[in-house]
């Protein structure tokens, strides 16, 4: 059915569309770029709900996109430094169709020249491919020769693109329109995946457009024509349809276990949606009524949000009710609104939302609680760390990583929109009476007092769970959360606590230590030999070493939670691990410089694989965010 879709857009996109002659000829010299693979692809350049800086990176991209087919057809990245006039009136004239009175070059800072000046002197594809080692090469075409339509291939994609930018374009880029942040992307497009540049899937993945879902544009035309092209694409959907029965009978009988594989996740994934949310707004007398008035006794937890407590409503079912301290209504409607999301995100690892309440009393003031399924047996922190008795055996934490795992990369790929947790630790990690862990507690960030406590200080002995660019900058990303799902990794295998305190009183990192010992080949000494039924020394270094990947320092070594959850579920062996310094303090300052050197202030939202989160078409809530840089759901 895809197929069809996608056959028939581009059909009528590319019947329908009067195709823009633009003038590039001047001369001798003519503008080698083809600007008409933006118009065939039907992203047009309309950006009105955009803001300016919105709008120029949206121009960027798309002329990304359009140097990644110049690349494909002629083995060039950039057209030569002669013709760069042209080609920026050959896209003003395109771009003259959507918007008006908008002069590209000033409006977005892009200097003439840097049409035709990109990274480090690279030119051409050869070039391109003499600079990096084929190992690497090979790895970008196996991750990204496939269909980027799906969030995870296209995460796979990102970051194998992500590391070779990281280790071998750190050359000193010309401008901000194709600098070494974008060739990874424009290489990949281009050669590595066999869809090219011009594949919406691509497109999307590789260079963040946006594009219509039908062929709206259609609607205006006549429907004699739509008609002809109905008829056109059934009866090519038969023939692919056919061919593509024939074709997979012959796939299923070689890679039957594959499929079975590949049909499990599908199962896991429609369970992750599971049925729609019926969210119970409760009175406050009920909730007084389920905690006997909130008695102390019923309390299960304090954060800095306020108290939790333990509840029985009415139908006998137990509950977690969260009780957030000092709010005022003002922000009720904003609360009411989060809430829904986060209820309509539902995955067998994640907490479930069962309901909320919001009241004002004479007595209490202005309240505003939220219910979430009561797990019986505590949270992960509790049996790490707390006195209960048994340790957890080594299939349980097994059990418990990669459940863990799946609920992050459901939050990252599956929920929509992206949520970034921001707050994982071992003690959102609950676990329910078949230890099945749940993460709770995303989405709330922004309802806590005053934010993240725990980011007041720029002390790197308080980051514990923190990323640290996270905690520097506020760059908030999936990789984020991905550092913190490596240091509760840790916790999980070592039984050691994200910090502690050396008897000098300077503060350790178990990321720190466990990267020690790493180094040092000793990956197994990471492990708490008293845990009971260990695994094979194979299996555990495995986790280990993922552990130690995810906590990396440096954002981009870090993989995405799909690829985790991948590494985790399969033979997928663990890429080598980047170098970095034994101590996370003392690489501080080169984090800082390796966000300041790159150009303008857009360093990650430059980047492929950002974009996908920040980026999309969620405009109108875009700017919201911006203003309130405490929400947790992007
Ligand atoms: C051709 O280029 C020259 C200078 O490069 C410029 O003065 C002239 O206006 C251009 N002509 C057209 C038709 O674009
Ligand atoms: C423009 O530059 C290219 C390559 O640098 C060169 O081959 C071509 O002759 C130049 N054209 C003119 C008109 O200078
Ligand atoms: C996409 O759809 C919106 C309305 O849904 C419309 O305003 C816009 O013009 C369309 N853009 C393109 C490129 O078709
Ligand atoms: C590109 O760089 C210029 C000048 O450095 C800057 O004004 C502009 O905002 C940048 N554009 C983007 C899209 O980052
Ligand atoms: C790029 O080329 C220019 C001149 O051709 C040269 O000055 C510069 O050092 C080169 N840069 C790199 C990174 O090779
Ligand atoms: C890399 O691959 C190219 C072509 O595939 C080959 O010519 C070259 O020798 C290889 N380089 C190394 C170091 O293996
Ligand atoms: C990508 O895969 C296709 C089909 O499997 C193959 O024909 C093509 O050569 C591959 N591309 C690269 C760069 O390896």
Redesign the pocket.
Known sequence: MIIFRYLFVFFLAASLTNSVVV?QQ??TVSCPLDFNVLLRLGSGLETPKMDLPGQCQYIRQSLRLVLSDYLRRTGNFLPPLNSS??CW?AYQTLINRYVSNFDVRSRCGFQTSWISEGCMNITTKSQFENLIPNSTLDDVVSNCNQSLEISSPCAACTTSLSRLQASYLTGSSVGNVSNCLAFPSIYAAAVANQFGPTDKGTATCLFSLVFNESGKKGKKKKGVIVGVLVACGVVLLLIISGVWFLWHKRVISNRERKKREAISNIEKGLEAISESTNLVRFTFDEIKKATRNFSRDNIIGRGGYGNVYKGVLPDGSEVALKRFKNCSAAGDANFMHEVEVIASVRHVNLVALRGYCIATTQLEGHQRIIACDLMTNGSLYDHLFGNMGRKLSWPMRQKIALGTARGLAYLHFGAQPAIFHRDIKASNILLDEMFEPKVGDFGLAKFTPEGMTHLSTRVAGTMGYVAPEYALYGQLTDRSDVYSFGVVLLELLSGRKALVMNDDGQPSLVSDWAWSLVKNDRALDVIDNSMPELGTPEVLEKYVMIAVLCSHPQLYARPTMDQVVKMLETELSVPTIPERSISLVAEMEEIEKSMSSTSGSGHLASFPGYHLFTEQPRHSSHKEEEENSDSRIV
């Open positions: 003038a001047n001369g006039e042209l009136r």
